[in-house]
């Protein structure tokens, strides 16, 4: 079941989606004094090795993230958390992005259920002065569980490895339940883009995209984004991901905007991005 270890993929263009939506996120709660709840669904190991032969999927992401003098806004602050752990030969997760933004009276939630990456996020948890708890327990039922955070302000970042099949409709059901239980918190869902290989998951993916679209009101808005390599071919798995965010902040689509411009300048010709 739990055979997918986020260590073999860390730093690719989709954790590059992803951990850029967390700063504009984060960022944004940083903007006014009162504290905020941060939940991280699948969470991973918090923090990993940039070994070349464990992190290979980094050469078409974080690593082609390097030119500082180039970025502006949250690239920047993107990129000096990068270059922090890099220095120590490490990439950061999700985790680690956010404990490197929250501020001492925040709180943050991770789920992890892999006992390895549990264990490692532990670890992780231990050494940060942040306000974090670490649950061993299934993403879906803990998310559900933790909704309405005491801290009424806050966001929830959903990054399943969608392994299985089922795991695109169980998203759908626990978001479903999750705006209903807290209609402020920001949500941000990361969903992978396939190729022809995974023609099943791929048309799953392309649902899940759709319906999440459609919780768009008056009153919430719905911002997808996404990140590609122009590299797609008939053979290709993952291709590229979109990141939705639900009641996402006025600030957000601007935000996202000028970070994926900035970052695909950087990163070179082969990439492509949208926001709308
Ligand atoms: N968000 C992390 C980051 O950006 O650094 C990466 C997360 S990785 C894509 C997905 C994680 O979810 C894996 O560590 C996996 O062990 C965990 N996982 C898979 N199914 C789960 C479940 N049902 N409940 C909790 N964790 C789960």
Known sequence: ?????????????GDVLKHLSWVSVIQ?????????????????????????????????????????NASSGDVSTYLSILN????????????????ELMREYDEMHCIELHPQANQLLKQFVKSSNMRISCHKRDAFEG????VPPKLKRGAVLIDPPYEQLQEYQLVKETITEVTKRWPNGQLLVWIPLLG???????????????????LKTEKCDVVTCKL??????AQEGMYGSALIAINASWK??????????????????LYTWSVE
């Open 1 to 13: 079941m739990l055979s997918y270890q986020h260590r073999y993929h860390v730093g690719n263009h």
């Open 28 to 68: 944004y709660l940083n903007e006014k004094d009162k504290p905020y709840a941060l939940i991280d669904s699948h969470a991973g190991e918090g923090v990993y090795s940039h070994e070349l032969d464990e992190a290979h999927e980094s050469n078409q992401g974080v690593d082609l993230l390097n030119s500082v």
């Open 84 to 99: 922090k752990f890099k220095n120590n030969n490490q990439l950061p997760g999700s985790p680690a992005v956010a404990a």
């Open 143 to 146: 998310l559900k569980a933790l």
């Open 196 to 214: 022809r290989r995974s023609p099943q998951k791929g048309k799953a993916a392309e649902a899940l995209i759709h319906s999440l679209q459609q």
């Open 228 to 233: 590609s390599t122009k590299e797609k071919t």
């Open 252 to 269: 957000f689509k601007e935000s996202m905007s000028k970070s994926l411009s900035c970052a695909s300048d950087i990163m070179g010709p």
